[in-house]
Each structure stands twice: as structure tokens, then as C-alpha cells.
């Protein structure tokens, strides 16, 4: 059975967005993004909801080639082209490039069948796809870093749940800038 890691930068009030969807708001930090590069190598295979895929596929396919792109950078863009991605939404008409497939049925039940597969890590990425896999009980993991910034509202990392989950801290990191990254497992 493979494992569902959900993690992405949030504000300290608990945002991965802006009202306005702006994730732009998080301190930079080279060491920072080489975590999260070596993270995304980890992962055998992304799975994106439409409003976070129109995000990294407006950038990343050619990350690489940027002329002020550092080397984290290009191998960020390099291994996000060549991951195998799900792109999950409710529109027919939805084509995707760069090693990418376009689901518009049921995610659940096709995050399901994908965690009872032989294979590696999945992540999932965008709030509303993460939030149905975390209802649904299918997150293995969260990774955290929390900025220190206040965005005030927007797009929370949590949703609503009809139950409490139980997660056990397993690794913790503070980053230049004063980001902090939390990794919990759900017990």
C-alpha cells in the first residue's frame, strides 16, 4: 500500500493562500527550497487539484530554463516535469502535458485505488483534493512549514472534519528565516 503525504508552506494563521490566491507570501529561504526539492524527489507520483496544477504548470515546465534559476531550481523543474502527476477536476475538457493524466470522475475513489497499489509516495496538493482525501481518512502524513507571516484569511490548510484525528510528531526543522517545518503521522 502506498503512503499520501499532504504538505505545503502556511502561514502561521494557517493559510496556503491569500483571498485573493497569492502564495507568494512565504520567506525565502535556498536551504528551505532544498528540502522541499529533495521532498519532491521522494515522490513517485503528485496528485494536483485544477487550481493548484494552473500554478506549477505556469511555471515549472520551464523553471529550468529561467536565466536566474539556481540549481535547486532546475532540478526542482526537471523532477516536477518528470514525476507522474494526477490532475484531478471536474471539467471534460481539461488536457494536461508534462507526464500528466486527467481524472474527472470520482477522486476519492481513484486516491483509493491508487493508495492500494504497489509503489511509492503520493502527495497530494490543493486545498479542496487535499481536504476530501483528509475526510475521507486517506492522509498518511503531514508536512508542515509554518512562515512567520499573518495573511489574516484565504485558503486554509485544515478543513472541517466530522471527527478528531490523532497524529504523532515525527521530525521537526527550523529554517533560516524562521520557518518551521512540522512532519506528523496519523496514528
Do not use: C
Request: glycine share 10%; aromatic share 10%.
Amino acid at each position: 500500500m502506498r503512503k499520501l503525504i499532504y504538505g505545503m508552506n502556511l502561514s502561521l494563521d494557517g493559510y496556503i493562500a491569500t483571498p485573493d490566491g497569492d502564495l507568494g507570501w512565504g520567506v525565502s529561504s535556498d536551504e528551505l527550497f532544498q528540502w522541499w526539492l529533495e521532498q519532491e524527489q521522494a515522490i513517485d507520483l503528485f496528485l494536483y487539484g485544477r487550481r493548484l496544477w494552473e500554478t506549477m504548470s505556469s511555471h515549472w515546465p520551464t523553471g529550468d530554463r529561467q536565466p536566474d534559476a539556481t540549481p535547486a531550481q532546475i532540478e526542482f523543474a526537471r523532477n516536477w516535469r518528470d514525476t507522474p502527476k494526477v490532475l484531478f477536476s471536474s471539467s471534460k475538457g481539461d488536457k494536461a502535458d508534462w507526464n500528466t493524466r486527467v481524472v474527472t470522475g470520482d477522486a476519492i475513489a481513484e486516491i483509493t485505488r491508487l493508495k492500494a497499489e504497489d509503489g511509492g509516495p503520493m502527495r497530494v496538493g490543493g486545498a479542496a483534493l487535499a481536504g476530501a482525501a483528509m475526510r475521507a481518512g486517506l492522509v498518511d502524513e503531514y508536512e508542515i512549514v509554518t512562515h512567520p507571516v499573518l495573511v489574516g484569511g484565504g485558503t486554509p490548510f485544515f478543513t472541517t472534519f466530522d471527527s478528531r484525528v490523532n497524529l504523532s510528531l515525527v521530525e521537526t526543522r527550523t529554517f533560516p528565516g524562521g520557518m518551521v517545518m512540522t512532519r506528523y503521522e496519523r496514528r
